[in-house]
């Protein structure tokens, strides 16, 4: 079976192809006898497929040409696999700790091939909602942030390596123009992909729309997200872009990446912990009162 085209794979495909890449077969021992393939694709915008045999695993992620969550209405570059891959083996090289080897990349495919973090290892959103403690997650956070954005800045680089990667990375141009649409703009204005509780928090979101002073420090904040190309930024470090247990902690996801700047990332991390603990009484019970 050929694969110089773009096409979707599905459970079948995905065995053939995975024959015919020495990079992937390879971490399997070519061994397919009691092969298990699952789509796990929860997110947004991939097909994720986890792939486990005797004799070893490995994540298989595929971009497609559209937002998965909302359909072919809303077309998406397949390109934003180059650069989440980019984005894995600059910043794994950097901080190999925290983020997941890549073992294949292919652009036509659009196709990560990946470590597969096993379980105990879960989605960092769903540990807190479930209200476990994960007493080195700020410690790593810290490493993986100080490591991936002092190392891509001025701070660490040449002028010359700096000015280079910027320009790779601004052909991750779609993904950024997403990120000023559903941060920067939709939420301060009428929008038909904008969601709140309806009707208890119409007024709530009528005040936002309404705040004049509000979208002018908002425009400010956009300003430096679209000129400040200070480091090589995740672009979306929420609490679903990392995978951790007790005593480890990975970041994923990093497709949205691009030179831009450091409080970015920073910021959407630490406003997810936030979030994340207004919302403990609400998970509260009898088992853990979130105290």
Known sequence: MAFSEFRPLDEKSLIEYIKATPSLSSKIVDNYDGLKIKEVGD????????????????????????????????????????????????????????????????RTMSLIGMRYLEPPHIILRKGLIAGIEYPLLAEHMSEYMAKTLFCTSLLYRSTTEHKRAVAEFCGNVELCRLTEQVVFSDPYKVSEYNRW????????????????????????LKSKFCERAQALIHGDLHTGSVMVTPDS??????????????????????????????????HAGQGNDRK
């Not at 509780?197 to 004049?212: G, H, I």
């Not at 902690?249 to 920073?266: H, K, L, R, S, W």
């Open 197 to 220: 509780t309806s009707p208890y928090l119409d007024r709530d979101a009528e005040t936002v729309r309404e705040d004049n002073l509000l979208k002018i420090e908002v425009a400010e």
């Open 43 to 106: 997110g947004n915008l991939n097909f994720v497929y986890i792939i486990v045999a005797p004799s070893g695993s490995f994540v298989i992620k595929q971009a497609l040409p559209y937002i998965r969550c909302i359909g072919e209405s809303w077309p998406m570059t397949k390109e934003r696999a180059y650069f989440e891959v980019l984005a894995l083996k600059q910043h794994g090289a950097l901080c190999p700790e925290h983020v997941p080897e890549v073992y294949h990349f292919d």
């Open 249 to 282: 902690t990975q970041v994923i996801d990093p497709e949205f990446a691009f030179y831009g700047p450091m409080g970015f990332d920073i910021g959407a991390f630490i406003g997810n912990l936030i979030l994340a603990f207004f919302a403990q009484d609400g």
